[in-house]
């Protein structure tokens, strides 16, 4: 039974194509944390099979050899009322044990949670709303969402990033399985996970603490760059929204509905922080924290009708007539 | 030997068929009654009927998960599903089961002719019908009584400020911390009772150290529920402060804190499954020594690790918080007092072994469900250790490997274990034998039902699948897993169906039990089926931990090796 | 027959069925001061945490008088277990009336402390952490203590109907078990709220 599972899983493991894959498997680890865990729940993994092998043989046996049989006379079989022996030795063996697995843990904890980072390590702090995920990255003075992008640390060079994790409103928690473990976001605490990546590629995640209806569509994915890449990411990030006359009228509209209440677009006047920062809305791949990719009529039916991709999210369904909403998705699909 | 002298005089006194009366007076006996055997049946009963209201929603939540982007139901319905699924089963079905349980048979087997306070015992019980009759009221009058109403959706550990009345409008959240506060005073109720019963009413003879062991664990069962269900009172009563005098305690907006919440919930919560899985070995150390024909191997060492495991698990909460970043000692500690308790629990599954050793094992039903017992709550106990190491566990955490490891320990554990106890008893309670046919068929259709469901639901978590999700992408490769897990549900219905058709099939045409069908050796075996309302005519006098053993066996009885 | 006609030694009877009150107010008292302990706790935990409203310090003035009632009112209570335990019906009734009129005294001076509090310094359960905390756990208290005054009317009514009797004296003792365990949570209740958290 266990070893059934611990067989598929491990066979699952190595099945795993190398390298970030959409199903995020804790066996397949790219990133420095998620390694040492790794290797950790490989040892716990192998006393535990040891310990189920022998317990169980332990029991099958004593079940089948001490069975009654119908050839049997009926007289019980001598009592035995126990023996200091053997009930020390089973209560020793297993102290050794736990006092092997305590240890084998404490390396782990110390050496993930008490890490020293560089000074100059990469900055981000990750806000978790209902139900979306916002990045800051205080060092370059910007905000997106849902899709945190960080630079690779391969060949020699390591490039740790720190992330220091809030909440806006109730519990989440931050979970990209390939990269890390997971680490809760809890209002009005400063909690603190890093990471390091191996490999370049798109990691998924998803919230891991019940936080509202829309928990389940709470996902998200990390964007692993060579360091030239995540520069140049990072000057776009930086650059203000492009404002293409063509979409002038667009803009109008979002500037003159309450979408400027909730969002922000840079060098416009909408300044909101409720809902994810749209400045380079486009060079997002999803809408939604992963709820849909981001598309054209996806943000057509979305700014629409939310709920028809995202059913209870807090954005309310903006009631505009067909023009305004052309127009408005025009110049999102503008946004770079 | 089954027709061996008993202690005192055989009983002649049968109590009057109850389907002679008039249905209206047969009802309004049980209603009334303080009698522990009939509150210890209603208790029972009342398990049974939620454990099917829970398995039912958890049927539902199965078949919304068994394929991808399912639609069948809503995310808001599916949150409501699996925090009623949870804090029903947990506080509706399993602790009404194991108290019934304790009411039932506390005082048979301490030679008691009741209660110590009887009347204390029946306030108890119907507390606790009206906590679940409140939470499931929640249903229609959630929103407050106008038309929609609807159950919490906050999860059975209802985080703050998940709870809050910003984040928790209308009145769900209410329902759900008065349901448990109310049943709350009943079990406290019933803990102080069965506490009393063991301290003050046993018969001459049975010292502290020849009390069977089913007695000894729902005793330190009894004394947890003490300390750790106040806790949740407590806490409950802030959250009630919080909500209806606008207090902070875990008002986040006003500097209080979520965290404080999850240390006083889990304070209660760890504590909490020792006390539904404590009863659990007790029926398992009763029903493996009279199967294998031998006492149990150990005694001593078994009420140690028992008392042990009462202890240790009052230290060992914070390891359902491992994710939220607390400091590395404050996480190696907890990972200590964790494994810690591997020790105690391994010492009984060692001393059940060693009990079966060298016997002449009898497979009746009952004892199929032991041995099925000892093997899944071995795995069950595993996957715990490896949660318990914390790096482990901020992979596994919060995943469906947790549901896995926690439904492992409640079905194959706790829910096998107490089948065991009702083929075993059911013949002292009804004076009818279990057809072993429609047994066999129930567990075997269980058996293999929980390990289809419950053995890949390990899977998804090591996948990275979370837990309390409505639904989920093709593109994770969790579909297959969760396809056979949802089958299994299938195979576990079925073997309920088969379970209520023998005990309603049985309780008419099955075989006449007698005293003591399965020539057993406590003194619950040493009155009539079922046993009148007094239990015990003349109060026996016990010499040994095996009063009956003395005396089928005058020759070398126990007494001389105790 | 043989098994029951062996008289067992008098080391091996379990406690007699009369403790059972003792041991069942023991379980409660076990309970109830786990329910208090999450209280103090909550207390502790959010002491100095409240981001407005009136600090302890400013606002809180130990009460002496009130304490000394209660405590005495433990004193008065064992007097009269005493006088019942001997059978004087009429020196019970004084020291229990007595013991009523202390605890009355001690609510009412509870009552005259909040409500200054309220009108005077604004303190209000809403009003800050330290509010939510402070009435939750004084009102726990005082909650006890109104059950307490209720059983012990209740108790003294019987005396007065001369319904009360010498052979009550146990249950009686039990019933003063609470009464003692209510002050001594003051004790807790006084030296948390009063001393260590000001
Ligand atoms: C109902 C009964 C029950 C029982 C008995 C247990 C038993 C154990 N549980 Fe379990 N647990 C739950 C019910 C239970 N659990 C529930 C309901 C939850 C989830 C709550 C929620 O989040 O909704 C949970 C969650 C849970 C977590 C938190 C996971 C998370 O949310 O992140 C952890 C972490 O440490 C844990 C650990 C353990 C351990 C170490 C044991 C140990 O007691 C197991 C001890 C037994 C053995 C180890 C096997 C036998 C021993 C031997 C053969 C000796 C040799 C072995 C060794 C030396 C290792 N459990
Ligand atoms: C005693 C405790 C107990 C028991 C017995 C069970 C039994 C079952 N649980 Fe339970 N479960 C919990 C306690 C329990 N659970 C808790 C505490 C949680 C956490 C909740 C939370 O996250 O807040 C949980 C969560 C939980 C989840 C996770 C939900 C989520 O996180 O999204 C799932 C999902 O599969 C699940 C499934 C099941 C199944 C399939 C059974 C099956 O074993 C049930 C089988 C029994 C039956 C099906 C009854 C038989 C019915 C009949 C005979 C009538 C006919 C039935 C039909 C017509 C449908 N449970
Ligand atoms: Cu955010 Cu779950
Ligand atoms: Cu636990």
């Known amino acids: 039974m266990l070893a059934a599972f611990l067989l598929t899983s491990s066979g699952l493991l190595l099945a795993q194509p190398a390298g970030p894959s959409p199903i995020p498997s804790i066996f397949d680890p790219h990133s420095t944390p998620a390694h040492d865990i790794y290797h950790l729940s490989l040892f716990v993994l192998s006393i535990c099979a040891t310990i189920f092998l022998v317990v169980f043989s332990l029991i099958v046996y004593a079940a089948f050899k001490y069975r009654h049989r119908p050839s049997d006379d009926d007289c019980e079989p001598p009592q035995i009322y126990g023996s200091n022996q053997v009930e020390l030795a089973w209560t020793v063996i297993p102290i050794l044990i736990v006092v092997v697995l305590f240890l084998a843990s404490a390396r782990v904890i110390h050496a993930v949670e008490d890490a020293q980072f560089p000074p100059d390590a990469i900055q981000v702090t990750a806000t978790g709303h209902q139900f979306w995920w916002e990045f800051e990255y205080p060092k370059y003075g910007f905000v997106t969402a849902n899709e945190l992008h960080v630079p690779v640390s391969a060949n020699g060079q390591s490039l740790p990033i720190h992330i220091m994790l809030l909440s806006a409103d109730t519990d989440h928690s931050f979970w990209v399985p390939q990269l890390a473990g997971k680490t809760d976001l809890i209002p009005n605490r400063r909690n603190e996970t890093w990471i390091e990546p191996h490999e370049v590629g798109i990691y998924v995640g998803q919230c891991a603490q019940y936080c509202g209806t829309q928990h389940a569509k709470m996902l998200l994915s990390v964007v692993v760059q060579s360091p030239e890449d995540f520069q140049r990411w990072v000057q776009e990030q930086k650059a203000p929204a492009v404002m293409s006359p063509q979409v002038a009228e667009g803009r109008r509209v979002f500037e003159t509905n309450a979408c400027m209440n909730c969002h922000t677009i840079t060098g416009t006047i909408a300044n909101g922080r409720f809902g994810p920062d749209l400045t380079h809305l486009m060079s997002r791949k999803t809408i939604a924290s992963g709820a849909a990719p981001n598309d054209e009529q996806n943000l057509r039916l979305w700014v629409k009708e939310p709920d028809a991709i995202k059913p209870g999210s807090l954005m309310p369904a903006m009631q505009l007539n067909d023009h305004d909403q052309d127009a408005l998705v025009a110049y999102l699909m503008s946004l770079q | ?562 | 027959m043989a098994a029951a006609t062996i008289t067992v030694p008098q080391t091996e009877m379990p406690l007699s069925a009369s403790y059972r009150g003792k041991v069942g107010m023991w379980c409660l008292i076990v309970a109830e001061s786990a329910i208090f302990s999450i209280f103090v706790v909550a207390y502790l935990y959010y002491a100095g945490k409240s981001i407005s409203g009136p600090t302890p310090a400013q606002v809180l003035d130990i009460p002496w008088f009130n304490s000394i009632c209660l405590f005495s009112s433990s004193l008065t209570i064992v007097l009269a277990e005493k006088a019942l335990h001997h059978g004087n019906i009429k020196r019970f009734g004084l020291f229990w009336f007595l013991t009523i009129a202390l605890g009355v005294i001690f609510l009412i001076g509870t009552g005259r402390e909040w409500y200054g509090l309220i009108y005077h310094d604004g303190l209000t359960v809403s009003s800050s952490l330290f509010g939510t905390t402070f009435y939750s756990l004084v009102g726990l208290h005082a909650f006890h203590v109104t059950v307490g005054l209720i059983g012990l009317t209740i108790i003294l009514i019987f005396t007065l109907l001369g319904a009360l009797r010498q052979e009550h004296a146990a249950r009686v003792s039990v019933f003063a078990m609470y009464w003692h365990f209510v002050d001594v949570i003051w004790v807790v209740v006084l030296s948390v709220v009063y001393f260590i958290a000001r």
């Open chain 2, 1 to 562: 030997m089954a027709d061996a002298q008993p202690i005192l005089p055989p009983m002649i006194i049968s109590p009057e068929r109850e389907g002679t009366r008039p249905m209206v007076q047969v009802l309004h006996d049980w209603i009334v009654t303080v009698d522990h055997k009939k509150l210890g049946l209603m208790y029972f009963g009342y398990g049974i009927i939620f454990l099917v209201i829970g398995g039912i929603e958890a049927a539902i939540m199965r078949a919304q998960l068994a394929v991808a982007n399912n639609h069948l139901v809503s995310p808001e319905t599916f949150n409501r599903l699996f925090t009623m699924h949870g804090t029903t089963m947990i506080f509706f079905a399993a602790m009404p089961l194991v108290f019934g349980f304790a009411n039932y048979l506390v005082p048979l087997m301490v030679g008691a002719r009741d209660m110590a306070f009887p009347r204390l015992n029946a306030w108890s019980f119907w507390m606790s019908v009206f906590g679940g009759l409140i939470l499931y009221f929640s249903w229609v009058g959630g929103f407050g009584l106008y038309g929609a109403g609807s159950a919490p959706d906050v999860g059975w550990f209802a985080y703050a400020p998940l709870t809050a009345s910003s984040f928790s409008v209308g009145h769900s959240t209410d329902y759900w911390i008065i349901g448990i506060l109310v049943s709350g005073f009943g079990s406290i109720g019933t803990a102080l009772n069965v506490l009393t019963t063991t301290f003050c009413l046993r018969c001459p003879g049975m010292t502290l150290r020849r009390m069977p062991l089913l007695v000894w664990m729902n005793a330190v069962t009894m004394f947890l529920v003490l300390v750790a269900l106040s806790p949740l009172t407590a806490a409950q009563v802030m959250l009630l402060i919080d909500r209806y005098l606008g207090g902070h305690f875990f008002d986040t907006q006003a500097g209080g804190s979520a965290v404080i919440w999850m240390h006083f919930f889990w304070i209660f919560g760890h504590p909490e499954v020792y006390i539904l899985v404590l009863p659990a070995f007790a029926i398992v150390s009763e029903v493996i020594p009279v199967f294998s024909r031998k006492p149990i191997f150990g005694y001593n060492i078994m009420v140690a690790a028992t008392v042990a495991i009462g202890f240790i698990s009052l230290s060992v909460w914070a390891h359902h918080m491992f994710t939220i970043g607390m400091t590395s000692y404050a996480n190696a500690f907890f990972v200590a007092s964790t494994s810690a308790i591997s020790v105690p629990t391994g010492i009984k599954i060692f001393n059940w072994i060693g009990t079966m050793w060298g016997g002449k094992i009898r497979y009746s039903v009952a004892m199929l469900f032991c041995v099925a017992f000892l093997c899944q709550f071995l795995i069950a106990g595993l996957t715990g250790i490896m949660l318990a190491a914390a790096p482990f566990d901020w992979q596994l955490g919060n995943s469906y490997f947790v549901v896995a490891h926690f439904h492992y320990v409640i079905l194959g554990g706790i829910v096998m274990a107490i089948f065991a106890g009702v083929y075993y008893w059911y013949p002292k309670v009804t004076g009818k034998m279990l057809s072993e046919t429609l047994g066999k068929w129930h567990f075997w259709l269980f058996v293999i039902g929980f390990h289809l469901t419950f053995d890949f639901m390990h899977i998804p978590g090591l996948l990275g699948m979370p837990r309390r999700i409505y639904t989920y992408d093709a593109s994770r490769g969790w579909e297959i897993w969760n396809l056979i897990v949802s089958i299994g549900v299938i195979f576990q219905i079925l073997g309920i169906v088969f379970l209520v058709l023998d005990l309603i099939w049985s309780y008419f045409k099955g075989a006449p039990a007698g005293n003591d069908p399965w020539d057993a050796w406590t003194l619950e075996w040493n009155t009539t089926s079922p046993p009148p309302d007094y239990n015990f005519a003349e109060i026996p006098v016990v010499l040994s931990r095996r009063p009956l053993w003395d005396l089928k066996h005058p020759e070398d009885p126990d007494w001389k090796y105790e």
